[in-house]
């Protein structure tokens, strides 16, 4: 590939970008997806089938590089059984308010107790840019 891998995270519309503040700020340290959309690339800025070890660039919706982290570990778990690092990595109060949200943003997929999310956790490397 000759360059890092990329992710952009996803906001509420084109201008939010408070997830990749999240993660600057050291509140997001876990991101989740279900294991079909985890293994595909989504775009120039998304590489998908991130690995334990991988140092990732981190984009916002604007496509500017806002930092990079470095992949610690990489699970699969049950959307009924949601670990507490997952749900508090992910900076949500619960693990009902994860698969709350996470509903919410997934429409198109029906979500049950053992449908499969992989989660990435992964610590913040450098700080690239904190504008909004």
């Given at each position: 590939m000759g360059r890092r891998k990329r992710l952009t995270f996803w906001g509420a519309d084109e201008d939010d970008d408070s997830l990749a503040r999240a993660v600057i700020a050291g509140l997001k340290t876990v991101t989740a997806d279900t294991v079909e959309d985890y293994y595909k690339p989504y775009g120039e800025y998304g590489d998908g089938s991130y690995a334990t070890g991988d140092v990732i660039e981190v984009y916002?919706?604007?496509?500017?590089?806002?930092?990079?982290?470095?992949?610690?570990?990489?699970?699969?778990?049950?959307?009924?059984?949601?670990?507490?690092?997952?749900?508090?990595?992910?900076?949500?109060?619960?693990?009902?308010?994860?698969?709350?949200?996470?509903?919410?943003?997934?429409?198109?997929?029906?979500?049950?107790?053992?449908?499969?999310?992989?989660?990435?956790?992964?610590?913040?490397?450098?700080?690239?840019?904190?504008?909004?």
């Open positions: 916002d919706l604007k496509q500017r590089l806002r930092c990079l982290i470095r992949a610690n570990n990489v699970f699969t778990i049950r959307f009924g059984d949601i670990p507490e690092e997952v749900w508090r990595g992910e900076g949500f109060a619960s693990a009902r308010e994860f698969q709350d949200v996470h509903t919410r943003c997934l429409p198109q997929y029906e979500l049950h107790d053992d449908f499969l999310f992989v989660t990435l956790h992964f610590q913040l490397v450098k700080v690239m840019s904190h504008e909004l």
